[in-house]
């Protein structure tokens, strides 16, 4: 089975992914575990995620683990999500915008360096 999501390069404590098909809880987990290493090294994280060929979330999945949000939700500084439009909405629930102190913005493909600018600043 293909990795939905793919950590492009880290530079300090910015994450740039891209994130394509179907993701699955797996992609989540290792997107975790590389957030929770540069959050152990004492680094408020950033996250840039640029959803390419995004179809979304495996239905029916255990996305119930919040094990993470719980111990590192406000360990994350940013996030910029760039995308189609249409995933916004879902995007933002998914994260949880709102339900902790990480920044969070969506951004249309066509702004990747202004997301990229907003997620460092």
Same mark, same amino acid.
């Given at each position: 089975?293909?990795?939905?999501?793919?950590?492009?390069?880290?530079?300090?404590?910015?994450? *740039?992914? !891209? %994130?394509?098909?179907?993701?699955?809880?797996?992609?989540?987990?290792?997107? $975790? @575990?590389?957030?929770?290493?540069? %959050?152990? $090294?004492?680094?408020?994280? =950033?996250?840039?995620? @640029?959803?390419?060929?995004?179809? #979304? &979330?495996?239905?029916?999945? +255990? &996305? #119930? +683990?919040?094990?993470?949000?719980? @111990? *590192? #939700?406000?360990?994350?500084? !940013?996030?910029?999500?760039?995308?189609?439009? !249409? &995933?916004?909405? $879902?995007?933002?629930?998914?994260?949880?915008?709102? /339900? =902790?102190? @990480?920044?969070?913005?969506?951004?249309? /493909?066509?702004?990747?360096?202004?997301?990229?600018? &907003?997620? !460092?600043?």
């Amino acid at each position: 089975m293909p990795v939905a999501c793919e950590i492009i390069r880290i530079d300090g404590a910015l994450m *740039h992914v !891209r %994130i394509s098909g179907i993701m699955e809880p797996a992609d989540q987990e290792s997107l $975790q @575990t590389v957030a929770a290493s540069l %959050i152990a $090294q004492g680094l408020k994280v =950033r996250l840039l995620a @640029t959803l390419d060929d995004f179809e #979304g &979330w495996r239905k029916g999945a +255990d &996305w #119930g +683990d919040i094990a993470f949000f719980m @111990t *590192h #939700g406000n360990d994350v500084a !940013r996030m910029a999500i760039v995308g189609d439009e !249409r &995933w916004k909405d $879902q995007i933002f629930a998914f994260v949880g915008k709102g /339900l =902790r102190d @990480t920044e969070v913005e969506f951004f249309p /493909l066509s702004s990747e360096g202004e997301a990229e600018r &907003w997620v !460092r600043a």
